[in-house]
């Protein structure tokens, strides 16, 4: 830990929307993580546990009664750190470590992601996954996110739809609000880039689950795919 910083920098944010059979295991891996202080876990209208059981496993949990995307849980997320901080009463607000739900196990291993932002190298940090997974189609996303930061910022992340993410509360509430559901993360690279701020990549040994190929895959990859597309015509 850097000198002059508190104790529990980090607060850990997870959207999640029925994830009941992974939600314990990703929460209880997130809190062990060195300098995490605080784990906020976003159930986006789930219709399964998910809230009980993050609750349970020791995360503090925050309800939407509809989903409303992946953002927007982004966003809730954020400010439920918020308000503990000034409960708190801390003087610097905690920085953001954004994880997916589904890491389960493997979320113990994204303390390198904290460590550029924790020692003041880094804005934000994006994670690099050093464990392949099944894309099933996904490929056609990244590659439109990928494509559409590079024209916009001249730089092109590697996995660029990643959505596991340490940054500042400066930059988090820079890029405010951000762009509307899976575009989140396309949106959020350009505008922090664009207003200077220091974004680099991180391999990770992380894995989450791999994608299918059937009809509600394929519909998900559609809703990506107009959110990212909706995220780059914002920013031109």
């Known amino acids: 830990m850097s000198a002059g910083s508190q104790v529990g920098d980090v607060a850990v944010v997870i959207p999640a929307r029925n994830e009941a059979d992974r ?20 159930d986006d209208g789930s219709a399964d546990r998910t809230r009980a059981i993050a609750r349970d496993a020791g995360a503090v949990v ?16 954020a400010g439920a750190v918020s308000l503990v901080d000034q409960r708190e009463r801390r003087e610097r607000p905690r920085h953001l470590l954004f994880l997916d739900a589904d890491l389960a196990e493997s979320a113990a291993q994204a303390g390198p992601l904290t460590d550029p932002v924790v020692a003041g190298d880094a804005d934000m940090t994006i994670a690099v996954f050093t464990t392949t997974v099944k894309l ?23 996995q660029p739809l990643n959505g596991q993410r340490c940054l500042t509360r400066v930059a988090f509430e820079a890029a405010r609000p951000l762009a509307r559901g ?7 690279t350009i505008d922090l880039l664009r207003q200077g701020f220091r974004v680099t990549e991180v391999e990770v040994e992380l894995a989450h689950r791999a994608t299918g190929t059937g009809l509600r895959a394929q519909l998900h990859r559609a809703q990506q795919l107009a959110d990212v597309a909706r995220a780059l015509a914002a920013r031109p």
């Open 23 to 42: 939600i314990r295991a990703t929460v209880a891996a997130a809190g062990g993580l060195a300098g995490v202080g605080l784990v906020v876990v976003v």
């Open 62 to 77: 925050v309800r939407h009664a509809r989903n409303r995307g992946k953002a927007a849980a982004m966003q809730t997320g």
């Open 136 to 158: 099933g189609g996904h490929g056609l996303v990244v590659g439109l996110s990928g494509a559409g930061i590079r024209r916009a910022v001249g730089w092109r992340p590697v």
């Open 182 to 188: 899976w575009g989140a993360e396309t949106g959020l």
